[in-house]
């Protein structure tokens, strides 16, 4: 397809892909996009914009539960399984209760506390080097709660990651509605986490990126699903929908689609499935908050960009192919006026949904498997572990040494013994 010599074919330009893409091209690594779509227009652009160094648990525990029954009565819940799904989500979801067990869950949280004690300088410094600091704010973000119960849990979650070294502020009411005056006074107390951030325009970002990446000598082919993949002595063919293509080398970086050519590619069957994700864009709402907040009882977020309020969250199992119940984007709507003092101006609204791409053991895998590079699966982290993962790619590339213990990551850990 292309005549360039190509060191490098990267399948699948979001927000993972294209971080790698720019960073591996400024090394002097000749690198290809090839996207089934647009660059950046798949779970990369619709997140909630957070860059949540705080969240260091997986997000399923041992309380999901306690909360199924409820989940299957409330259709419009935080969490909602389409029973249609049921049965291609049991494999994951078997996997996924396994890894709920003290042990597991627990190497799961120091490989995510260990990504995300990185991410935010890995951010910096990679928006220095490429001019995003217009969108990458490193101000902090707030995590507030409304029930009384909920204050005595907030202060043991501060603790808790205190003692982690996930650095948080408690805030009273009082200090909360004078960082946030826009909040209805329900809300009771806070956690400020000063070394979080938030990405104002992830749009914008994108697009630098994708020109960033073009006049570094990068070559970006879209509307080009990557559709087969074999590996043999010669090299990796990619058969795409615009023809096949001999590679040097490939990294995978597809998000939730992943899973299909990470078998093709390295012959291992990743407990991947996908957690559909929700948002809710407020146009005419630029200025009502100053930083995101996310809310413990409620469990969604708003983010304040240059395009308006964005509320975001719920979880949804219900794959890749059923279509998107923008309801579930319009009741985030119930969920944050209650928090504001003033009526929230909804004109013009825009719902959306994506796809979370998300392991049994809420890890990503960032690896190397001869020729194949490996950056998918990181669930609802993928923009805040973006450059983190970036980086790892490169010292595997470069062959440099890992500045942090790759093992956690690697692709092996889902091998069957044989
Ligand atoms: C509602 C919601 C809120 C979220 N909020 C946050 C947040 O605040 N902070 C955070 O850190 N993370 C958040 N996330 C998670 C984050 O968005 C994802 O982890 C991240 O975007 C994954 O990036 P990606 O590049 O792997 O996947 P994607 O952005 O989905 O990109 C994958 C790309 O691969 C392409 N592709 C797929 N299949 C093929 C193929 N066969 N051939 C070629 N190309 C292919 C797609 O077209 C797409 O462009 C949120 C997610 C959702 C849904």
């Known amino acids: ?49 957070h860059l949540a160094a705080e969240q260091v648990f997986p997000i399923a525990d041992a309380s999901i539960i306690r909360q ?14 389409d029973w249609r799904y049921l049965l291609r989500l049991m494999p994951w979801a078997i996997q996924l209760l396994m890894n709920m067990r003290p042990a597991p869950f627990n190497q799961s949280h120091q490989a995510l506390l260990q990504l995300n004690q990185n991410s935010i300088e890995a951010w910096q410094n990679f928006s220095n080097q490429w001019q995003l600091n217009d969108w990458v704010q490193v101000r902090g973000s707030l995590l507030t709660v409304e029930k009384p119960s909920s204050v005595d849990a907030l202060s043991a979650h501060s603790r808790r990651l205190n003692d ?46 994708n020109l960033t990446f073009r006049q570094l000598g990068g070559v970006v082919i879209e509307q080009c699903p990557v559709l087969d993949a074999s590996v043999n002595d010669d ?40 957690e559909r994700g929700y948002h809710l864009m407020l146009p005419h709402e630029q200025h009502r908050l100053t930083l995101p907040v996310s809310s413990l009882d409620r469990r969604f977020i708003m983010t304040p960009m240059d395009e308006g309020l964005r509320l975001a969250g719920t979880v949804e199992y219900a794959g890749l192919e059923a279509p998107a119940n923008m309801k579930r984007a319009q009741m985030l709507l119930n969920l944050a006026q209650p928090m504001l003092k003033a ?26 498997v001869g020729r194949v590079f490996l950056n998918f699966g990181h669930q609802h982290l993928g923009l805040t572990q973006a450059v983190i993962s970036a980086q790892m790619i490169r010292n595997y590339y470069l062959n440099n040494p890992q500045a942090i213990d790759p093992t956690p990551y690697q692709i092996n850990r889902f091998k069957k013994p044989s």
């Open 164 to 209: 982690l070294g996930v650095v948080n502020e408690k805030l009273s009411q009082k200090a909360l509605l004078e960082q946030e005056p826009a909040l209805q006074n329900n809300q009771l107390a806070a956690l400020f986490f000063p070394n979080t951030g938030h990405i104002t325009n992830l749009s914008a970002m994108i697009t630098k990126l």
């Open 68 to 81: 199924i029954p409820a989940m299957l009565l409330n259709p419009l819940g935080a969490l909602r399984l």
């Open 1 to 49: 397809m292309s005549a360039n010599p190509i060191d490098l074919h990267i399948i699948g330009g979001g927000i993972i892909g294209l971080t790698a893409a720019v960073m591996l091209q400024s090394c002097g690594v000749n690198a290809a996009i090839i996207d089934a779509h647009r660059i950046g227009q798949g779970a990369s652009i619709g997140n909630a914009g």
């Open 235 to 274: 090299g990796i063919e990619l058969i795409t929908q615009q023809g096949s293509i001999k590679a040097l080398n490939v990294m995978l970086a597809a998000g939730a689609h992943s899973k299909v050519l990470a078998k093709k590619l390295t012959g291992i069957n990743v407990p991947l499935d996908t």
């Open 343 to 368: 009526p929230l101006n909804s004109s013009d609204r825009q719902p959306w949904m994506g796809f979370r791409p998300s392991t049994a053991d809420s890890l990503p895998v960032i690896d190397k």
